[in-house]
T-cell receptor, first 108, second 113 residues
C-alpha cells in the first residue's frame, strides 16, 4: 500500500515569490509515479505535474517544478513567481492515494 | 482539449434513495476512477476500473457502491440506499495507463437530506 504525507496544512506566500510544498511518500513498489493536483475554491481538480520514479530529471511544467529526492522519498512541489490565482489547495498523490493537502494563500 | 465530463453537477437526494452518478471519461483512456471528497476534507479513493472490471477498491467501497460501464463511453457510480454521510463531492477520473496522470471531471456534489 502507498501512503502520502503532506505536513503543511497551510502556507502563505507573497506574490512573485516562490513557495515549496512538501510531500513524502511510502511505497514498496520499484516503479511508481507521483502527481500534484491543484484544487481552487471552485472545487475542480487540476493536474499540474507528474514525476516518474525512474525519470532522471526533476519534472518541470512552466512555473511548477518538482524537487524529487528518491532516497528520501520526497517529491516537493515548487511554485515559482507566485500569482494571486495560485491560491488553492494542493494535493500530492500516488496511484490514487492523496495526501491531506496544503492550502496556499498568495498575498498581494 | 479532451476532458472528463460528469453529470449532474449537483444532486440532492433523500436518505435511503439510490443515486447514479455519471461520467464520460476521455475516449482513449483505459483506466477509470471514482474518488470522494467530503467538504473540507481529503480526497479519498473509492475504486479503479480497467478492462470492464474493478481493478482496485478501497474500504469505503462497500456493498452500497457499484460501478458499471454500460456502453463504450459512460462510466457510472451507483450508491444504493444513500446515507447522510454520503454527502460529498464525487470525482470521476481517467488515465491512459495506471502509472500516468489521471484527469479529473468537474465533480458531482451529492447532498443527502
Amino acid at each position: 500500500a502507498q501512503k502520502i504525507t503532506q505536513t503543511q496544512p497551510g502556507m502563505f506566500v507573497q506574490e512573485k515569490e516562490a513557495v515549496t510544498l512538501d510531500c513524502t511518500y511510502d511505497t514498496s513498489d520499484q516503479s511508481y509515479g507521483l502527481f500534484w493536483y491543484k484544487q481552487p475554491s471552485s472545487g475542480e481538480m487540476i493536474f499540474l505535474i507528474y514525476q516518474g520514479s525512474y525519470d532522471e530529471q526533476n519534472a518541470t511544467e512552466g512555473r511548477y517544478s518538482l524537487n524529487f529526492q528518491k532516497a528520501r522519498k520526497s517529491a516537493n512541489l515548487v511554485i515559482s513567481a507566485s500569482q494571486l490565482g495560485d491560491s488553492a489547495m494542493y494535493f500530492c498523490a500516488m496511484r490514487g492515494n492523496f495526501g491531506a493537502g496544503t492550502t496556499v494563500t498568495v498575498r498581494a | 482539449e479532451p476532458e472528463v465530463t460528469q453529470t449532474p453537477s449537483h444532486q440532492v437526494t433523500q436518505m435511503g434513495q439510490e443515486v447514479i452518478l455519471r461520467c464520460v471519461p476521455i475516449s482513449n483512456h483505459l483506466y477509470f476512477y471514482w474518488y470522494r471528497q467530503i467538504l473540507g476534507q481529503k480526497v479519498e479513493f473509492l475504486v479503479s476500473f480497467y478492462n470492464n472490471e474493478i481493478s482496485e477498491k478501497s474500504e469505503i467501497f462497500d456493498d452500497q457502491f457499484s460501478v458499471e460501464r454500460p456502453d463504450g463511453s459512460n462510466f457510472t457510480l451507483k450508491i444504493r440506499s444513500t446515507k447522510l454521510e454520503d454527502s460529498a463531492m464525487y470525482f470521476c477520473a481517467s488515465s491512459e495507463d495506471k502509472s500516468t496522470e489521471a484527469f479529473f471531471g468537474q465533480g458531482t456534489r451529492l447532498t443527502v437530506v
